[in-house]
Nanobody, 126 residues
Framework: QVQLAESGGGLVQAGGSLRLSCAASGGTVSSYTMAWFRQAPGNERRFVAASKWSDGSTDYTDSVKGRFTVSRDNTKNTVYLQMNSLKPEDTAVYYC???????????????????WGQGTQVTVSS
């Protein structure tokens, strides 16, 4: 399984931007469906965005559509999450995830993914 390491989290005011990075090793991201999840205290880990292995198409949870963008740079073997117009409710630990599965039926579920990063904290102040 690919190993993943997130970076780029931090403290930002509402309306600000952050870019998270997910560096992969031991595998090439172009072969994986890559996703971002987030987990706020007391909550379950929830889907944020995904980039599918098959054609690179993307998908987002409704609350981040138009504000977040997931992308990948295959030359750097890295996946990004650009977060704009951040809101206090975006505060969470953000996790990068990767799956080698070829079926795309359940990529919004954490169980679909076999590789996870350690997480990076994003805090948005009001």
């Amino acid at each position: 399984q690919v190993q993943l390491a997130e970076s780029g989290g931090g403290l930002v005011q509402a309306g600000g931007s952050l870019r998270l990075s997910c560096a992969a090793s031991g595998g090439t991201v172009s072969s994986y469906t890559m996703a971002w999840f987030r987990q706020a205290p007391g909550n379950e880990r929830r889907f944020v965005a995904a980039s599918k292995w098959s054609d690179g198409s993307t998908d987002y949870t409704d609350s981040v559509k138009g504000r977040f963008t997931v992308s990948r740079d295959n030359t750097k073997n890295t996946v990004y999450l650009q977060m704009n117009s951040l809101k206090p409710e975006d505060t969470a630990v953000y996790y990068c995830a990767g799956s080698i599965r070829r079926s795309l039926g359940f990529y919004r579920q954490p169980g679909y993914f076999g590789s996870w990063g350690q997480g990076t904290q994003v805090t948005v102040s009001s």
